[in-house]
């Protein structure tokens, strides 16, 4: 077992050592660290912790709006998709804060950077539409029948896919190139059963 694990960190090792011309150490190791304290510690990053809110909100208010043409009670659902935009508006709004905080952090001139923005870029449109749909159900009064408004419905599903496309972006950051994300040898203190100390 313990040959295996030296040949696995041998293999990291070599596979490190193939980029180490590409990017200084210092370069892109910088993105794996906070800005300042506030948005989270190494490896747990406010931002990650937030996003999951909004996202969440906003899928279930589109769910409530189209349930809303199935045969469900429409005033309550459509009261209910309203509250939930509403909270997903606010927490995305923190998010974006803490998601520029950990962007500062990428070097610039980098495909990462360039990823980071659009995904920036994606997040406020859809947050934007989420807000003017908020504006727009508070003007409107509930429906008594026939369902949510159908232009707030594609309103909603529009934002929902930028969304989407936005999370997938956010993935690539993290889960490709390790924006806030811990290196490999802090990763590895977790698997290390010699140890109980949480770092």
């Not at 030296?6 to 090792?13: F, M, P």
């Not at 199935?70 to 508006?89: E, F, H, T």
Request: proline share 6%; net charge neutral.
């Amino acid at each position: 077992m313990a040959t295996h694990r030296n040949d696995r960190h041998i293999d990291d090792d070599r596979a490190r050592s193939k980029h180490s011309t590409s990017a200084p150490d210092e370069t892109w190791r910088q993105a794996k660290h906070p800005k300042v304290r506030l948005a989270g510690g190494y490896g747990s990053p406010v931002h990650s912790t937030l996003v999951p809110v909004p996202i969440g909100c906003w899928l279930a208010s589109l769910v409530f709006d189209v349930a809303s043409w199935i045969g469900g009670p429409v005033q309550a659902l459509y009261v209910g998709s309203y509250w939930l935009i509403a909270i997903g508006v606010v927490v995305a709004v923190a998010a974006a804060v803490f998601g520029f905080l950990d962007l500062l952090q990428v070097p610039a001139g980098t495909h990462v950077q360039r990823i980071g923005l659009v995904h920036m870029g994606l997040n406020l449109t859809a947050t934007t539409l989420y807000l003017g749909s908020f504006l727009l159900r508070w003007a409107w009064p509930p429906p008594v029948s026939g369902g949510v408004p159908v232009g707030l419905v594609a309103l909603s599903g529009a934002a929902f896919a930028l969304l989407a496309v936005s999370g997938h972006l956010g993935g690539r950051l993290a889960y490709r190139y390790g924006v806030r994300v811990a290196d490999e040898l802090a990763q590895r203190e977790g698997y290390d059963t010699d140890t109980n100390e949480d770092r």
